[in-house]
C-alpha cells in the first residue's frame, strides 16, 4: 500500500511485489522489468488476485 511517501506490505511474496511498484514509481518501468527479470521474480500487479484468501478464511 502506498500513503503519502510510506509504503506498506504485509507477507514476504507481497513485500518482493511491493518492492517492484517502489522501483518502478521511483526508476520507471523499464527499470523495474529489468530487475524483476534479474531477479527471476514473478510481480503480481492485481491486489484483488490473493490465492490464499480462501485457506485464512478470510472473505471480501
Known sequence: M???NR????GVAAGMD???ALIRHLHGAEVAEEVA???ELDVHTDPG????TQA?????
Do not use: C, H, K, V
Not at 485464512?56 to 471480501?60: D, I, P, S, V
Open 37 to 39: 527479470d534479474y531477479l
Open 7 to 10: 509504503w506498506t506490505s504485509s
Open 49 to 52: 488476485w490473493d490465492p490464499f
Open 2 to 4: 502506498e500513503d503519502r
Open 18 to 20: 511491493m518492492t517492484a
Open 56 to 60: 485464512g478464511a478470510l472473505t471480501r
